[in-house]
């Protein structure tokens, strides 16, 4: 039932009263009030700012393990670590792009051991400097177009060379 309805300019808006069993659930009325204090708002924040902090403070390893990957034979751990971690955390702080693409290079070298085929390291080379550009401009989102196709061609190149 709803307690309250306000009419500006023709549209409707009802206001309904939470439900009773909701209420229960939290700890009767005012519970919430309780529960998302100013203090523990605050220190939500912070566990946030740090994950954050330490995130982008990450990234000068992952680079480097990644532009290592670019110059020369592909040494697979460290790389396939690189995009675990970087998968791990980057779709939490909103980089679908970044994720996706740590995504693909991660699966793609999941069960790869030894070393690799010439076209094997084009793949991770592909790859790594996708990651590298993506990471540089710190590209929030899934990207546009040109991302998005992006990611079908790389999709195409771990499909043609397993």
Same mark, same amino acid.
């Given at each position: 039932?709803?307690?309250?309805?306000v009419?500006p300019?023709?549209?409707? !808006?009802?206001v309904?009263?939470?439900d009773?069993? *909701?209420?229960?659930?939290?700890?009767?009325?005012?519970a919430?009030?309780? *529960?998302?204090?100013?203090?523990? !708002?605050?220190?939500s924040?912070?566990? !946030?700012?740090?994950f954050?902090?330490?995130?982008?403070?990450?990234?000068?390893?992952?680079?480097?393990? *990644?532009?290592?990957?670019?110059?020369?034979?592909?040494?697979?751990?460290?790389?396939?670590?690189?995009?675990?971690?970087?998968?791990?955390?980057?779709?939490?702080?909103g980089?679908d792009?970044?994720?996706?693409?740590?995504?693909?290079?991660?699966?793609?070298?999941?069960?790869?051991?030894?070393p690799?085929?010439?076209?094997?390291? $084009?793949?991770?080379?592909?790859?790594?400097?996708?990651?590298?550009?993506?990471?540089?401009?710190?590209?929030?989102?899934?990207g546009?177009?040109?991302?998005?196709?992006? *990611?079908?061609?790389?999709? $195409?190149?771990?499909?043609?060379?397993p």
């Open positions: 039932m709803p307690n309250n309805t009419k300019d023709a549209d409707t !808006i009802v309904y009263d939470a009773a069993r *909701l209420r229960e659930k939290v700890g009767g009325p005012g919430l009030g309780k *529960l998302f204090t100013l203090d523990r !708002i605050q220190k924040q912070r566990v !946030i700012d740090d954050k902090a330490g995130f982008f403070g990450e990234l000068g390893n992952h680079l480097h393990t *990644l532009r290592q990957a670019c110059d020369g034979p592909v040494e697979i751990d460290p790389v396939r670590a690189s995009a675990r971690a970087l998968k791990s955390q980057a779709e939490s702080l980089f792009l970044l994720f996706a693409l740590s995504e693909g290079l991660y699966q793609y070298l999941e069960d790869k051991k030894g690799l085929t010439s076209e094997q390291q $084009l793949v991770v080379i592909k790859h790594a400097e996708s990651l590298i550009l993506t990471l540089e401009r710190q590209e929030r989102g899934k546009g177009v040109t991302e998005q196709e992006l *990611l079908q061609t790389l999709g $195409l190149l771990r499909r043609k060379y």
